[in-house]
Each structure stands twice: as C-alpha cells, then as structure tokens.
Nanobody, 123 residues
Framework: QVQLAESGGGSVQAGGSLRLSCVGSTRTSSDYCMAWFRQAPGKGREAVAA???????TYAESIEGRFTIAKGPTKNTIELQMKSLKPEDTAMYYCAAHSHWGCDLGETRYNYWGQGTQVTVSS
C-alpha cells in the first residue's frame, strides 16, 4: 500500500506562484507513474500533470504552460511548480500514483491518492 501526502498549498493573489510537494511512503517517483489532479468546488476532478519514472511529463491543455511537474530531491517525492496563478486555479490539489504500464492523465488508472492540499487564488 502506497501512502501519499501533499503539502505546499495556500492562498495567493492572481499572478502569484506556489510549489506543491507530494511525499510517498515508498520509492514512488522512481517506481510509479505519479500525477497531480485538482477538484474545484462543485466540479469534477480534472488532471493537471503526470510524470513517469523516467521523468517524462504530460500536461493538461488547461495548464497552458504555467505549471511544471518534476521529481523532487528524493526518490519518493514529486513537485508541482505553479506560476501565473489564476482564480480559476482555485481547487483542492491531489497527488496520485499507479504502477501500471504507461503514464498518462487517465484518472481511473490511478489507485493511490493523497488527501489533498488546498490552493486558493484571489483576484
């Protein structure tokens, strides 16, 4: 069983930046496909970005190049650097992982989830 814990959320003004971190209970970033999803109030969960064990990254079109997913300083962490934040980026951000073949943004493939970290962007 893999446990994931997110941190780094907070409140910022539009145009600001935040860096989210996800720590796994095992060597998640080297052995698993890991991703960030988000869920805004009253909306469904949507994919943000995914990163494979070899560092290959995939992004949702809605991110428009503003976010960067990367492996963290240890083999069980990933990070999401968010810049030029907009009010519509306000959501609970979740870290997720799976060990199946292939790494994409398909939510149903992910079987390990963190509890989430809240990001609030004010105008």
């Amino acid at each position: 069983q893999v446990q994931l814990a997110e941190s780094g959320g907070g409140s910022v003004q539009a145009g600001g930046s935040l860096r989210l971190s996800c720590v796994g209970s095992t060597r998640t970033s080297s052995d698993y496909c890991m991703a960030w999803f988000r869920q805004a109030p009253g909306k469904g969960r949507e994919a943000v970005a995914a990163i494979d064990f070899d560092g290959t990254a995939t992004y949702a079109e809605s991110i428009e190049g503003r976010f960067t997913i990367a492996k963290g300083p240890t083999k069980n962490t990933i990070e999401l650097q968010m810049k030029s934040l907009k009010p519509e980026d306000t959501a609970m951000y979740y870290c997720a992982a799976h060990s199946h073949w292939g790494c994409d943004l398909g939510e149903t493939r992910y079987n390990y989830w963190g509890q989430g970290t809240q990001v609030t962007v004010s105008s």
